[in-house]
């Protein structure tokens, strides 16, 4: 596996695999890596003859009290990690590199953006979009991987390929890989590390409340009771804060209070030991 840090030197080994006529997958991370991430990986091997995956903790997409400096570099572990999947190239810039003096231009998705974490962290998915769409054009892959634990993310990065025709060669080529969980039902996140052990118990309140919620919802009880015991659930688990806990459907993202035909989405982000955490899951349409 190649480390690369400079631009130029992505371009020329991208240049040279497609000059051999290998395809390329992408996988956008901001490091920590964990499990999740490297299903993400054993899923691009399984789309592309060349894997590269960029590490690159974004500051665009991080608020002005969020914890940008307390993000885990660990970029050691994280190339050892990719070299045993069998990546090809890491792309690790460092921020100049992505941000040259004088950078002035933000990618804004409206809709899909709007609600969610897009309202709990203002300029959160500009920052977002416009990484994504920068690397697009850096990796030119024929296929980007996304995890569907950033479900609202996966919602911006496929609106915003969609409407600027970004260089993937289809919309279908940005696939969603499903959430891998821990034993206890907690979606991995590169932010459970900040747990002590005892919030990190705790946090499995979670996925649990969600799981009860969608069986409430799917068994007919009102939505809006059910998310109200998800909430309270939570607060009486240990989490101290929720941010939404909210039914929308799947693909738009707007609130829904009630089960229709089309594919629906339970989201939820809470705050434990200042950490916070989100989480999706599908409900069963009606
Ligand atoms: O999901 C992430 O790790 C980040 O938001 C991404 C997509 C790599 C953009 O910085």
Redesign the pocket.
């Known amino acids: 596996m190649r480390t690369i840090h400079r631009l130029d030197q992505l371009r020329n080994e991208i240049a040279s695999l497609r000059a051999e006529g290998e395809s390329v997958a992408l996988v956008?991370?901001?490091g920590a890596l964990h499990e999740g991430h490297l299903t993400l990986v054993r899923a691009a091997l399984k789309q592309a003859n060349r894997v590269v995956v960029?590490i690159?903790v974004?500051p665009t997409?991080f608020g002005p009290n969020e914890d940008l400096d307390a993000y885990p570099r660990t970029l050691e572990a994280d190339s050892a990690l990719l070299e045993q999947e069998g990546v090809d190239l890491l792309w690790a810039p460092s921020a100049d590199e992505m941000y040259p003096d004088g950078f002035a231009t933000s990618i804004g998705v409206d809709g899909v953006s709007a609600d969610f974490c897009g309202a709990s962290r203002p300029g959160h998915f500009a920052?977002?979009a416009t990484?994504?769409c920068k690397?697009f054009n850096q990796v030119r892959p024929d296929v980007a991987l996304?995890?569907e634990k950033?479900w609202q993310?996966l919602a911006v990065?496929r609106r915003m390929g969609r409407d600027l025709d970004l260089t993937l060669p289809h919309v279908d080529a940005i696939i969603g890989v499903p959430t891998v969980r821990e034993e206890d039902g907690l979606a991995l996140s590169s932010r459970n590390r900040y747990l002590d052990a005892e919030h990190r118990t705790k946090a499995a309140a979670l996925p649990a409340a969600m799981r009860e919620a969608i069986a409430k919802i799917e068994g007919g009880e009102p939505v809006a009771q059910a998310l109200a015991k998800l909430e309270q659930a939570l607060l009486s688990g240990g989490f101290s804060k929720v941010d939404y806990a909210a039914l929308a459907d799947a693909q738009t993202l707007k609130r829904i209070d009630a089960l229709g035909d089309r594919p629906a989405r339970l989201l939820v982000a809470a705050h434990i030991q200042n950490t916070r955490l989100i989480d999706n899951m599908a409900v069963r349409s009606g």
């Open positions: 956008p991370t901001m960029s690159f974004n997409q920052g977002v990484v994504v690397l996304f995890g950033d993310q990065i």
